[in-house]
């Protein structure tokens, strides 16, 4: 008999506040990790999910969750683990064609059976191998019930890479998924025992009739393919803890408050990083991915695009920069440039660590689906090597994605006369030039950034100018010339940065003609050079007769970290504050309503800026 059963936790009850997360394609979602203060004791806690793993007896041997190892020699109790998967094609799910898959590289467990029942005391614990078999050896007479966690592993701690990603449901405490085989048996009596994780869909049927006992592990074996691509760049790659909430009942209804997400309404699939911080040092973070599984309306665990792209935002915030903010977005809108290259760099990571993927878990890596809709029949869709889209630029998420995806990969055509594979690609975002760099993270940053490293490659330049973008000379769009782009004619975005010189005042205005929040003109950003280290005295006030008084929100940043936040007390006030400064920094502006989202009514508000 097989039972999916949740193991729930002891919580700890911390008071913590989070929110964003990161994009699901053509989904409207939101980006941003945020930090939050808390007991940095508590992170695990807070994490949910299992308890410490005992080393694996394979953990060594098994370098990769795709390794076919074979089972060791004296194991006495052997068998192979599946799980059930429903293909996502170009019109969405297909439950006509059900597929059994291996469950690779996850936790397998002995466990004693006390008084005919099975318990909780782990007697072998061994890794699955890339064909899903596994070997424990315990006693030949002891008797015991065999567990699958739904969860990734491997420890480094003697050499190699180290991962450990589980799933949880976030409607349930955190509690993580595992499949148990509650069958009491002895080696001896029953030496061979394979498990199958159903996706509780009748033949024939597109309804789920049974517990959805597949979902979690159709996720782990997505993101076991992300794991291996990691190791392919770096095979002493330490991931960092990764919890992946999934729920049946997680839709797309608004977060509204605290208890939304206990609740299943997360908005959309998101990734969210939260950091434990004593006075101004982090002690430890959590790493999380949420992902949609309401049925009829939006499900992901079969969406292998849609769980490695929020994958590349837990990249971004575990080895490189996040410098991107959150709110709603969809492929084609013209965003503000931090939110457009994140987003951007994600949809690529989507098609990159897919991209050696069995065709039964991808039949087109390139192509970017979510399914969604009564019985997941629909599939929203794009191509990722996208051109001549009619929304192209630096601002454009989909210009972005081609970019990065068209750098990689290995068929070139047209303008794409360039393969570097993903390692350039990743080692640019974690090296400390990009991460150190004075502008807000973007592409600009990141092509330059990959210039410097490959100055020879006139290839990368005709990619960018295949997207409507000047060659990039700096980290800061210096020469960019709007002429060329859909957003010729409009207003605030004749220049990507402007200066801001000392004692000079210079006029700048928030706009929401392409929408709110993050998109592109609601923020400008401003080059300020503080030459001496004192105490500088910003004075912003709104210009009067443009759309009414502005009421100004200011951000300063130095190298991507936050130095202040200033916000003026009402609309058409001026803002006046001193802060600190030394070296290059970035001021953003931004009108208060506009970045918050609530002034749907198109217009802009300016103000002059006095830094002195």
């Given at each position: 008999?097989l039972?999916l059963?949740?193991?729930?936790?002891?919580?700890?009850?911390?008071?913590?506040?989070?929110?964003?997360?990161?994009?699901?394609?053509?989904?409207?979602?939101?980006?941003?990790?945020?930090?939050?203060?808390?007991?940095p004791?508590?992170?695990l806690?807070?994490?949910?999910g299992?308890?410490?793993?005992?080393?694996?007896?394979?953990?060594q041997?098994?370098?990769?969750?795709?390794?076919?190892?074979?089972v060791?020699?004296?194991s006495?109790?052997?068998?192979?683990?599946?799980?059930?998967?429903?293909?996502?094609?170009?019109?969405?799910?297909?439950?006509?064609?059900?597929?059994?898959?291996?469950?690779?590289?996850?936790?397998?467990?002995a466990?004693?059976a006390?008084?005919?029942?099975?318990?909780?005391?782990?007697?072998?614990?061994?890794?699955?191998?890339?064909?899903?078999?596994?070997?424990?050896?315990v006693?030949e007479?002891?008797a015991?019930?065999?567990?699958?966690?739904?969860?990734?592993?491997?420890?480094g701690?003697?050499g190699?890479?180290?991962?450990?990603?589980q799933?949880?449901?976030?409607?349930?405490?955190?509690?993580?998924?595992?499949?148990?085989?509650?069958?009491?048996?002895?080696?001896?009596?029953?030496?061979?025992?394979?498990?199958?994780?159903?996706?509780?869909?009748?033949p024939?049927?597109?309804n789920?009739?049974?517990?959805?006992a597949?979902?979690?592990f159709?996720i782990?074996?997505?993101?076991?393919?992300?794991?291996?691509?990691?190791?392919?760049?770096?095979?002493?790659?330490?991931?960092?803890?990764?919890?992946?909430r999934w729920?049946?009942?997680n839709?797309?209804?608004e977060?509204?408050?605290g208890?939304?997400i206990?609740q299943?309404?997360i908005?959309?699939?998101?990734?969210?990083?939260?950091?434990?911080?004593?006075?101004?040092?982090?002690?430890?973070?959590?790493?999380?991915?949420?992902?949609?599984?309401?049925?009829?309306s939006?499900?992901?665990?079969y969406?292998p695009?849609?769980?490695?792209?929020?994958?590349?935002?837990?990249?971004?915030?575990?080895?490189?920069?996040?410098?991107?903010?959150?709110?709603e977005?969809?492929?084609?809108?013209?965003?503000?440039?931090?939110?457009a290259?994140?987003?951007?760099?994600?949809?690529?990571?989507?098609?990159?660590?897919?991209?050696?993927?069995?065709?039964?878990?991808?039949d087109?890596?390139a192509i970017?689906?979510?399914?969604?809709?009564?019985?997941?029949?629909?599939?929203?869709?794009?191509?990722?090597?996208?051109?001549g889209?009619?929304v192209?630029g630096w601002?454009?998420?989909?210009?972005?994605?081609?970019?990065?995806y068209?750098?990689?990969?290995?068929?070139?055509?047209s303008?794409?006369?360039?393969?570097?594979g993903?390692?350039?690609?990743?080692?640019?975002?974690?090296s400390?030039?990009?991460?150190?760099?004075?502008?807000?993270?973007?592409?600009?940053?990141?092509?330059?950034?990959?210039?410097?490293?490959?100055?020879?490659?006139?290839?990368?330049?005709?990619?960018?100018?295949?997207?409507?973008?000047?060659?990039?000379?700096?980290?800061?769009?210096?020469?960019?010339?709007?002429?060329?782009?859909?957003?010729?004619?409009?207003?605030?975005?004749?220049a990507?940065?402007t200066?801001?010189?000392?004692?000079t005042?210079?006029?700048?205005?928030?706009?929401?003609?392409?929408?709110?929040?993050?998109k592109?003109?609601?923020?400008?950003?401003?080059?300020l050079?503080?030459?001496?280290?004192?105490?500088?005295?910003f004075e912003?006030?709104?210009?009067?007769?443009?759309d009414?008084?502005?009421?100004?929100?200011?951000?300063?940043?130095?190298r991507?970290?936050?130095?202040?936040?200033?916000?003026?007390?009402?609309?058409g006030?001026?803002?006046?504050?001193?802060?600190?400064?030394?070296g290059r920094?970035?001021?953003?502006l931004?009108?208060?309503?506009?970045l918050?989202?609530?002034?749907?009514?198109?217009?802009?508000?300016?103000?002059?800026v006095?830094?002195?």
């Amino acid at each position: 008999m097989l039972l999916l059963k949740l193991f729930l936790p002891f919580l700890l009850a911390v008071a913590i506040t989070a929110c964003g997360g990161g994009g699901g394609g053509s989904d409207p979602v939101s980006s941003e990790p945020p930090a939050s203060s808390g007991d940095p004791g508590s992170a695990l806690l807070l994490q949910g999910g299992f308890s410490a793993v005992d080393t694996p007896s394979n953990n060594q041997s098994l370098t990769s969750c795709l390794a076919t190892t074979a089972v060791a020699g004296n194991s006495t109790l052997t068998g192979r683990v599946y799980y059930q998967r429903v293909p996502l094609n170009a019109f969405g799910l297909d439950y006509s064609t059900v597929a059994q898959l291996p469950m690779r590289g996850l936790v397998v467990e002995a466990v004693d059976a006390s008084g005919g029942d099975c318990s909780e005391r782990v007697l072998a614990t061994t890794l699955s191998n890339g064909n899903g078999e596994y070997g424990l050896n315990v006693p030949e007479n002891q008797a015991v019930c065999v567990q699958v966690r739904a969860q990734l592993y491997r420890d480094g701690a003697n050499g190699g890479a180290s991962w450990n990603i589980q799933i949880t449901d976030n409607t349930n405490g955190n509690a993580p998924y595992y499949l148990l085989d509650a069958t009491v048996a002895t080696p001896a009596d029953q030496p061979e025992r394979d498990l199958l994780a159903a996706a509780g869909v009748e033949p024939g049927s597109s309804n789920y009739t049974q517990p959805r006992a597949a979902a979690s592990f159709a996720i782990l074996d997505t993101l076991c393919e992300a794991i291996n691509t990691m190791i392919s760049v770096d095979s002493d790659i330490e991931l960092p803890v990764l919890a992946v909430r999934w729920s049946e009942l997680n839709n797309t209804a608004e977060i509204e408050n605290g208890n939304s997400i206990e609740q299943g309404d997360i908005g959309g699939s998101f990734y969210r990083q939260q950091l434990f911080t004593r006075g101004a040092e982090i002690i430890s973070s959590t790493h999380e991915i949420f992902l949609l599984g309401d049925e009829d309306s939006n499900t992901d665990e079969y969406d292998p695009h849609v769980i490695t792209h929020e994958f590349g935002h837990y990249l971004t915030a575990s080895f490189a920069r996040f410098d991107a903010i959150g709110g709603e977005h969809a492929i084609g809108d013209h965003l503000d440039l931090r939110l457009a290259f994140e987003e951007g760099w994600a949809d690529a990571v989507s098609g990159i660590t897919l991209d050696n993927a069995a065709a039964a878990l991808v039949d087109d890596p390139a192509i970017y689906r979510n399914s969604f809709g009564e019985n997941q029949s629909r599939a929203s869709r794009f191509p990722l090597q996208a051109r001549g889209r009619s929304v192209a630029g630096w601002y454009s998420e989909a210009s972005v994605a081609s970019i990065i995806y068209n750098l990689f990969d290995s068929s070139n055509d047209s303008v794409d006369n360039i393969s570097l594979g993903f390692a350039p690609i990743f080692n640019v975002l974690r090296s400390s030039a990009y991460q150190s760099s004075d502008s807000v993270v973007s592409l600009y940053t990141f092509v330059n950034r990959l210039k410097q490293q490959r100055p020879e490659d006139i290839a990368i330049d005709a990619l960018v100018a295949d997207q409507d973008t000047e060659t990039v000379i700096d980290d800061f769009g210096s020469d960019e010339d709007i002429s060329n782009n859909d957003i010729f004619g409009g207003q605030d975005v004749a220049a990507v940065y402007t200066e801001l010189a000392l004692n000079t005042s210079v006029e700048v205005c928030s706009n929401n003609q392409y929408g709110n929040v993050n998109k592109l003109s609601v923020s400008q950003f401003l080059i300020l050079d503080a030459d001496i280290n004192k105490n500088y005295r910003f004075e912003i006030r709104p210009v009067t007769g443009v759309d009414g008084g502005g009421r100004a929100v200011a951000f300063v940043y130095k190298r991507g970290e936050l130095l202040t936040s200033q916000q003026a007390v009402a609309d058409g006030s001026a803002l006046v504050f001193s802060t600190a400064l030394q070296g290059r920094h970035i001021v953003t502006l931004a009108h208060t309503d506009y970045l918050a989202g609530e002034d749907d009514l198109i217009g802009r508000r300016c103000f002059s800026v006095l830094v002195e």
